[in-house]
C-alpha cells in the first residue's frame, strides 16, 4: 500500500472530519466562555460601582433580606421580624433592607401588620424595597415541574432585587436558594441563609420511588411507572443543582434537627450549619395562669379544637377536618356529644390561591356535614389569637413533615394539650418527653388523629393538667430571647465583614 493510499485510509478520514467539526465548536465553546466571563465581570463592576455610590451617599452599610412575603402572618415572617429587630438592637450603624413582592401597601402597613400579628415593634424604621415581579415564584404560575420553576423564577426576582438594591450583606429568609449564587457573584456580596424547609428532601424522593401519592406527588404519576421514574431523575438533578446553589452560602441556619439533617446532606457545609430555632412569642401566653384555665375549662360545656398554620396544602388541613368528622361521628352516641367539641381553624393566606383554598375546606365540612361545628378565622390580630388558644383545650397541627412548628409551640405555651404529626420538627424537637412525661400527643393519620382527639377529651382535668404544665416548661427553650442570642451568635461572622 502506498502513502498515498494510507492518507486516504477510512480511519484518517473519520479522524479530520472529526477534527473539522470538533476544533470549530471549541474555538466557539473558548470565544462564547470568555464572553461569559467579561460580561459576569462587567455585571459585577457595575454592581459595584451601584454600591459604592449607595455607601457614600448613606455612609453606613446596609443588610438586606429577601423576603417577597413579608406582610404574610406565618412562622417564616416572625422570624424575619425577630431578626430584624435583634440586630437592630445590636448594630445601631447599620442600615437593614426588606426585598417584598407586596403591592398595595405602605411601609408603614406592613410593619404595624408586623405589631399586630406577633407583637413585634421594631426599635427603629426598616427600608422596603418594593418588588414587582413576585408572580414569577407563585406556585400556580407552574403547573408542571414546579419546583424548578419557581427556582428559576427567583433567580429572576433576585436579579430584579439586586439591581435596584445592592446590599453589603444579603440574608435570603424565606429559603430561596438559587438567589444565593446572584448576590454572592454578581453583586460581590456576603450571603447568609435561614432555612425553614428544604425545597427539595430525601423524603420527597422516597415518596416518589415508593409512588406514595401526595399533596405535591399526583395521583397520575403514581399509577404509572414510567412517569415515577421520570420524576424520580427530575427530583435528583433538582436536588444537586439546589446543592450547589445552597453552598454558596457563608452562613447557614437552619430551624431544627429535621432540616438540620436534610441540609447537610443536600449542602454539605457542615461547619457553616448551625440549628436556631425560630422564635415563639411563649411569654405572652405563659403569662395565663394554668391552675385558672383549668378550672374555667372544666366547667364549659364545648371543648375547642384550635389549628394555627397558614392555608397552604402541605398543611393538610384536609386531615383535619376528616379526622374531625370521626370524632363527631364517636361523638353521636353521647347525649349532647355532637355540640360539646367545634374545630376553629385559624391561620393566614398569603394569595388568592389561599383563598380559594379556604373555600374548597369550607365546601368540605359542607360535604361532610360538619359545617356547624367548624370555624374559619383568617388573618386575625396576635391579641384574638391569644384568646383563641387560651380558651382551646386542644392544638391541632397535621403537616407532615413540618420543620418546625411555631404554631405547635404557641398552642403548648397556651395550655393547649398538643396533637401533633408523627414527623419532622414535633417529633423530633418539640413534642417530646420532658421531666419524664408526655408533653403532647402524635399521630399520622385520620383514625389516629381522632382516636387521640377522643383520648385527650376523656382525661381526667388533672391528668391534662399535668400534660399542660410540662410542656409549657418544655417550651421555654423557644423564646424571642434564645432566638436572638442563637441569630447573633450565627451572623457574628457575617456582621464582622462589614465596613463601618
Not at 164 to 172: A, G, K, M
Request: proline letters at 4%.
Amino acid at each position: 500500500m502506498t502513502q498515498r493510499d494510507t492518507d486516504f485510509s477510512p480511519e484518517n478520514c473519520l479522524f479530520g472530519l472529526l477534527w473539522s467539526l470538533l476544533l470549530p465548536c471549541f474555538c466557539l465553546c473558548l470565544v462564547l466562555t470568555g464572553l461569559l466571563f467579561l460580561m459576569v465581570v462587567g455585571i459585577r463592576a457595575w454592581l459595584q460601582s451601584n454600591k459604592k455610590s449607595r455607601q457614600a451617599q448613606d455612609g453606613r452599610p446596609a443588610v438586606a433580606f429577601f423576603h417577597p412575603y413579608c406582610n404574610a402572618g406565618g412562622g417564616g415572617e416572625r422570624v424575619l421580624w425577630c431578626a430584624i429587630r435583634a440586630l437592630q438592637n445590636r448594630y445601631q450603624d447599620v442600615d437593614f433592607v426588606i426585598y417584598t413582592g407586596d403591592q398595595g401597601v405602605t411601609d408603614e402597613q406592613i410593619v404595624d401588620g408586623a405589631r399586630r400579628r406577633f407583637n413585634i415593634r421594631l426599635p427603629r424604621p426598616v427600608r422596603f424595597v418594593f418588588l414587582k415581579h413576585r408572580l414569577l415564584v407563585e406556585a400556580s404560575l407552574y403547573p408542571h415541574f414546579t419546583l424548578l420553576g419557581q427556582s428559576i423564577g427567583s433567580l429572576f426576582l433576585g436579579w430584579e432585587a439586586l439591581t435596584t438594591f445592592t446590599p453589603d450583606l444579603y440574608i435570603d429568609s424565606m429559603g430561596y436558594a438559587f438567589t444565593l449564587p446572584v448576590f454572592r457573584y454578581l453583586g460581590g456580596c456576603r450571603v447568609g441563609s435561614y432555612v425553614h424547609y428544604p425545597t427539595i428532601s430525601t423524603d420527597m424522593l422516597n415518596l416518589v420511588r415508593e409512588r406514595n401519592p401526595r399533596f405535591n406527588n399526583a395521583d397520575y404519576i403514581t399509577n404509572n411507572p414510567l412517569l415515577s421514574a421520570v420524576k424520580v431523575i427530575y427530583y435528583c438533578a433538582f436536588a444537586l443543582l439546589y446543592g450547589l446553589a445552597g453552598s454558596c452560602s457563608d452562613v447557614v441556619m437552619v430551624n431544627s434537627t429535621w432540616t438540620l439533617g436534610h441540609i447537610l446532606a443536600l449542602w454539605r457545609a457542615p461547619n457553616r450549619t448551625s440549628v436556631v430555632y425560630p422564635p415563639c412569642d411563649v411569654q405572652a401566653f405563659l403569662d395565663v395562669p394554668l391552675d385558672e384555665e383549668e378550672e374555667q375549662k372544666g366547667e364549659r360545656k364545648c371543648h375547642s379544637l384550635v389549628s394555627v398554620a397558614q392555608f397552604r396544602p402541605e398543611k393538610d388541613h384536609q386531615l383535619q377536618i376528616r379526622a374531625f368528622r370521626k370524632l363527631l361521628d364517636k361523638k353521636g352516641a353521647e347525649p349532647g356529644g355532637r355540640e360539646s367539641v367545634k374545630l376553629m381553624l385559624i391561620g393566614g393566606c398569603r394569595n388568592q390561591e389561599d383563598e380559594d383554598r379556604v373555600l374548597m375546606l369550607r365546601g368540605l365540612c359542607q360535604e361532610l356535614g360538619v359545617a356547624d361545628r367548624v370555624e374559619f378565622k383568617l388573618n386575625i390580630p396576635f391579641e384574638d389569637l391569644k384568646k383563641e388558644l387560651v380558651e382551646a383545650t386542644i392544638g391541632l397541627h397535621t403537616m407532615w413533615n413540618e420543620h418546625f412548628g411555631i404554631g405547635v409551640v404557641e398552642c403548648m405555651a397556651a395550655g393547649t394539650v398538643i396533637l401533633a404529626h408523627k414527623s419532622g420538627g414535633p417529633k423530633l424537637d418539640i413534642v417530646v418527653p420532658h421531666d419524664g412525661g408526655a408533653t403532647g400527643f402524635l399521630a399520622d393519620d385520620e383514625d389516629s388523629y381522632a382516636e387521640a382527639m377522643e383520648r385527650i377529651l376523656n382525661l381526667t382535668a388533672s391528668a391534662r393538667l399535668d400534660i399542660r404544665r410540662r410542656a409549657r416548661q418544655s417550651v421555654t427553650r423557644f423564646s424571642d430571647h434564645e432566638f436572638e442570642a442563637s441569630f447573633l451568635a450565627a451572623v457574628e461572622p457575617l456582621m464582622g465583614t462589614l465596613e463601618r
